[in-house]
């Protein structure tokens, strides 16, 4: 019997959270990673580790790693640097395993690669070839600690071929491992003025459906979007949803066509519209869309989910997990219909990730 | 020797590191490249490139604020301190 470990990346530390197939009884462990922010915390299948990318105030960026599911740490920066020059590295965030590889994206703008298990570091791209790169990569013209990667997605078949995310900027996709780019924005919407037509959007979470790698889905800052073609174009399936603001999303393991959302206020609040807790659910790739709140608090809930909120298992029933900005993690094992919460106190939670090791 | 001390965030990083040790160093920045040499990338976690420190992290030498020139002498105290900042 296989066993669940949802892994949370909190402000404090990285926390795990196990039970078995059931997802019924849940057991907490950490804090971990000597309780350093964690910005994205994920679990390798092919080596069975789990890697938390950090940064600290103090200390600066690392990539903290557990081979044997949390009972021992060790971390790395080695490699982690842009070196002498105008680039400086504030944090590590969106993290990714696939193919013998380990992604991490950084801020300013740049994917870092580990080949040896999180071990050691190398600077792999700083997303170059956009003809308004210079601009929009200039530090003098960023907002402090606010521009960078923060998800790289790995195409499931081949090495060379992944996605990264520049905040603000958009979705930037590589066939040759980062040597050239074509963005992949065409179709998504921006309400501001965009300097240059290809950039200039605010791609907030970006995921593929494990059944079909055409098949993509994205929360934006303004509406929430889909992509038959490998994001070559996006229509916006924001239709009959309550607002068009949100950060995390996940796609069905099984489905091509169900997909997850949250979406939330989009001033300042940036938390759940009315205080009533909701996960939005559609099972025709954005045709319609079901409010799933059985479960879930529905009076004054200000909660808020961030980009890396929320997950999927792949059990055959799946889990769906949400954690939030206040520290309640809440677990679905009927694929959204039903809610149970399954931590109350955690600090915020930055990112859930769900695995399912052997026991 | 100058009395090293530094602060409790360090030692869980690196096995084998102390709180407080003692080290024959003329500069905070030797001081600091003598910490590496023995504790790989602790550099990394107290200065940035530039060379500069860590916006949050404050060296003090014999009680006065130092920067990686500051000199150390043979019976200094440093004070390698995390800044009072966080919630």
């Not at chain 2, 003329?26 to 600091?32: I, K």
């Not at chain 2, 910490?35 to 992290?57: C, F, K, M, N």
Request: with cysteine; hydrophobic share 35%; charged share 20%.
């Amino acid at each position: 019997m296989a066993k669940t470990v949802v892994i949370a990346g909190t402000r404090k530390g990285a926390f795990l959270l196990e039970s078995d197939e059931a997802r019924r009884d849940w057991q907490v462990r950490g804090p971990f990673c000597e309780s350093w922010p964690i910005y994205h915390a994920i679990y390798a299948p092919e080596s069975g580790t789990i890697y938390a990318a950090a940064a600290s105030e103090w200390h600066g960026a690392s990539v903290w790693r557990s081979t044997d599911l949390g009972e021992t740490w060790q971390q790395s920066s080695e490699g982690l640097t842009y070196g002498e020059g105008p680039l400086k590295l504030s944090k590590v965030s969106g993290l990714t395993a696939a193919n013998g590889r380990i992604f991490a994206g950084a801020e300013m703008p740049g994917v870092f690669e580990s080949r040896d298990g999180g071990a050691t570091w190398s600077l792999l791209s700083t997303i170059e070839g956009h003809p308004d790169r210079p601009k929009w990569n200039d530090p003098e013209n960023q907002p402090p600690g606010h521009l960078g990667v923060p998800a790289v997605l790995q195409h499931p078949d081949d090495p060379t071929h992944w996605f990264a995310i520049v905040q603000g900027i958009g979705i930037f996709e590589t066939t040759d491992d980062g040597a050239t780019f074509a963005t992949r924005n065409q179709g998504l919407r921006a309400d501001w003025p965009l300097e240059h037509p290809d950039v200039g959007f605010c791609v907030h979470k970006l995921v593929m459906s494990p059944q079909d790698s055409n098949r993509l889905f994205q929360q934006n800052h303004v509406g929430t979007h889909r992509s038959d073609d490998g994001g070559q174009t996006w229509i916006e399936i924001t239709e009959g949803l309550p607002t068009d603001f949100g950060f995390a999303c996940a796609a069905h393991p099984h489905d091509r066509d169900t997909f997850f959302t949250t979406v939330l206020d989009g001033g300042h609040g940036r938390t759940m519209p009315d205080g009533k807790a909701a996960v939005w659910r559609t099972r025709d790739a954005g045709g319609t869309w079901e409010r799933l709140s059985d479960g879930l608090p529905q009076r004054d809930a200000y909660l808020g989910i961030l980009r890396e909120g929320m997950a999927t298992d792949t059990l055959d029933e799946p889990g769906v997990y949400v954690g939030t900005s206040t520290g309640q993690l809440f677990a679905s094992t009927d694929g959204g219909d039903s809610w149970t919460e399954i931590a109350s106190y955690l600090p915020p939670i930055n990112s859930v990730e769900v695995a399912l090791v052997d026991a | 020797m100058a009395d090293v001390r530094l602060p409790p965030t360090l030692p869980p990083l690196f096995p084998g590191l102390p709180r407080r040790l003692e080290l024959e160093v003329a500069t905070v920045g030797e001081l600091l490249d003598a910490l590496d040499a023995q504790w790989p990338v602790l550099l990394y976690r107290l200065s940035e490139p530039g060379p500069t420190l860590r916006r949050h992290i404050h060296i003090f030498v014999n009680g006065d604020r130092a920067e990686l020139d500051t000199a150390i002498e043979p019976r200094s105290r440093v004070d390698v301190i995390t800044a009072i900042s966080g919630g």
